[in-house]
């Protein structure tokens, strides 16, 4: 499979130079692969919030539930618990899973349910033209703060380390090669994969010169260690920018799965009657 | 004896839900129908608690004032419910902490605690003790109640029998009513029958239907879904998730249906409101979902254990932008159980959200349940709504939201070779994929009006409106949900006509109108303030003359609806 099989007719309206660009790139490149390499790929489901990074589910010419602002971890949990065979890979932004969704991506990761979502991390809300977010530094001057925002960011990966997931990675939209091989890591674990991506939005939050000064990529790590990457997580906070942001695979473990505890199990219609009857017969 | 009321009172903590079932089922194999009203504050421990087990000769829904026992574990039962005995009414009592004095009907009282101390039995069995003095009492025979006790009681069986019996023999030394209660010989005896609560009613219609996930946040009055759905999920494989919030069971709810497995959700009004944005979503994606919306007393936390009818109209519009919806009030048991499977059904088949609009009062008394008389739901839908004529045909490209006439696109699941399957909460073209164009938002808008049109043409095969009483009187009650059991009652007493609503959208205007041929006087009864289904009426141009409203959490008796009417028609 070519990875230009999967692009739909629908005109593409991110701004030019923006980083989602790059994620779509990048993800077809890795389904094309899996594709090859014996993963069909009408076996995936994308699954997406609504911001500028949703609009990735119709770019893709891949099976997609366009959910609703913040939601589209529930949707996904219950797409791959009905049918474990599917890979159900979610799309959200910071606004989407770390402000309206934030109860959702901790149950995620609690759950380690076999999913991957890719966070488009540009620091902004960009559909609704330059509002802070969660991610967004202390003193981000956005429509809604236009005096600087009070708040410290949040850290998502400490988050989702202390929540229980059991792959986590960080990627820069300028990194494509690095981008694709995250992203399949990502899909072939098994279990809650969170990626964080980078991802500069040219409009409101151009962040390319930063990110390009202060971004590497970790080597030699041992992901399987919970202190390890907790210390390397720990050494960018989101706030200030003069300080190396560390990329790559950050953690990743084998752990027990939410969507291995339902019996993969469709009971025939005709067998319902006789065992209603019987149920019954306890309540005489 | 026709009917026969009893009530048990203590503290919550007692068991009294428990100990009102026992009787129930007592009732219920000397061939009696039974309804029993559960009464019980918001809390754990404390507290006054009574259950109101009435066995009838006929089908019955409705609780009356007036007892024939009272059964007093603590002296503040007493308190409260003297004023319901009646001249032969009888009380028994745990003579070591209750006293009767100034009461002038006959007692029996009990040394329970005694009886309990020295059998080294634990507190909770003082039911099981009470419950065999009763039986004596009321002329029950001992082997009825050991039926029962082997039956359904899962520890300690030999120690609740031994205080049972005692308290049994201990009432056969001086306490006897005349009640006749055990009179099998009576021609109107029915089989013993299963004793079910609406929310276990509605939890197998699902199941019959073909439920696969249940997904709900506990919320009084839903939450016996849930447990019931989570305690049989293995012996019917279904999917049972509690998750973070509504608004996570909402979403799941339609993750499942987008993979092609049936899901409902359950919860109240202040869950449901969570649950109204994923809901404006399946109103949108057009993704099958079933609500079981159980109503308590509002606004906001109001009673958490109490009744009302006071969300049909948020139930009604809830979601923005315009959408087709079933919504359905079932008034009991039977009922419960038939329209949710039917509910399930049609929000498959039309791809709509389906609410199953209950009260606390349908949602968790205890109704005898006649499956055959509650009916097959399914055998009436294999013909027409099979689930293979809902699925795309396999040919040429699939087009998730294709125009049809009928409003409804077939629809297919992941995986399908070749074929991309998308949904989308943006207005959309039929491949799935976001639109702003205006032709194409006023065609997806009038694909889902054709929906909802042709929802209501399918709902002319069910009875969405019912007739009772006298069909002839020309004054009729107008009532949903819970209030069909004391309207049919109360209007049997007085000769009027009782015209049930059960399907509350899309509304049936037709058979509600032919329902009142004949009427020149409508009376409303509904446990709300403002008169919904009086006001939803009106909008079809259907006058009410007079509202009786009961909006204290408690629902109708008997006695207090025929009072109300005796006062509105005289």
Known sequence: MNPKDLVTTARNTWCPGCGNFSIMSAMRMVLAELDSEGFPVENVVLVSGIGCHAKIVDYMNVNSFYSIHGRTLPAASAIKIANPDLKVICFSGDGDSLAEGLDHLIFAAKRNIDLTLILHDNRVYGLTTGQYTPTSPQGFKGKSTPAGAVEHPMNPLELMLVSGASYIARGYTHGIQQLQTI????????????????????????????????????????????????????????????????????YQIETQRFDQTFAPYRQNLSERDGKIKALLENFV | MDNFSTLIGGIAGDGINEAGITLARLFSRLGYHIYMYYDYPSLIRGGHNFSLVRASRQKIAAHMDQIDVLIALNQETVEKHSMRLKDSSFVIYDADKVKIDGIKQKGCGLTITQILKEAAAPAVMKNSCIIGGYCKVVG??????????????????????????QGYDQAALFCHMDSHANSRTDKQAQEPQPILTGNQAISLGLIKAGLEAYVAYPMTPSSSVLDFMARYAQDFGIKVIHPESEIAVMLMAQGFAYAGIKAAVGTSGGGFCLMTEGLSLAGMAEIPVVVVMAQRTGPSTGLPTYTAQGDLHFVLNAGQGEFPRFIVAPGDAEEAYYWSGVALDLAWKFQVPAFILTDKIVSESQYSFDIDLAGDMTSELKEQTQQASLLWDGQGKYKRYRYTDTGVSPLAFPPQKGQVIKTDSYTHDEDGITSEDPQITRETSDKRQRKGQSLARDLERYETVKVFGDEKSKTALL??????????????????????????????????????????????????????????????????????????????SVEDLQAELGRALA
Not at chain 1, 209 to 232: C, L, P, R
Not at chain 2, 151 to 162: C, D, S
Not at chain 2, 508 to 522: C, F, I, N, T
């Open chain 1, 183 to 250: 992203f399949k890591e990502a899909i072939l674990h098994k279990g809650f994969s969170f990626v964080d991506v980078l991802q500069v939005c040219v409009s409101y939050n151009n962040q390319y010169e930063n990110y390009n000064k202060w971004t590497y990529t970790v080597q030699g790590n041992d992901a399987s260690s919970f202190e390890e990457a907790q210390k390397i997580i720990r050494s960018w906070n989101y706030d200030s920018s003069a300080v190396p942001i560390p990329l790559g695979r950050l």
């Open chain 2, 140 to 165: 029950i025979d001992w082997h009825v109640l050991e039926d029962v006790l082997k039956k359904h009681i899962p520890k300690m069986l030999e120690l609740n029998m031994q205080v049972a019996r």
């Open chain 2, 479 to 556: 009532c949903w949900g819970s209030n069909k059991g004391v309207c049919v009652e109360a209007a049997r007493k007085l000769g009027l006509r009782v015209i049930q609503v059960l399907v509350l959208s899309p509304f049936p205007e037709g058979k509600l109108k032919s329902a009142l041929q004949g009427v020149d006087r409508l009376l409303a009864v509904e446990c709300n303030s403002t008169g919904q289904l009086a006001r939803l009426a009106g909008f079809y141009g259907i006058k009410t003359q007079d509202w009786i409203l009961k909006y204290d959490g408690r629902p109708f």
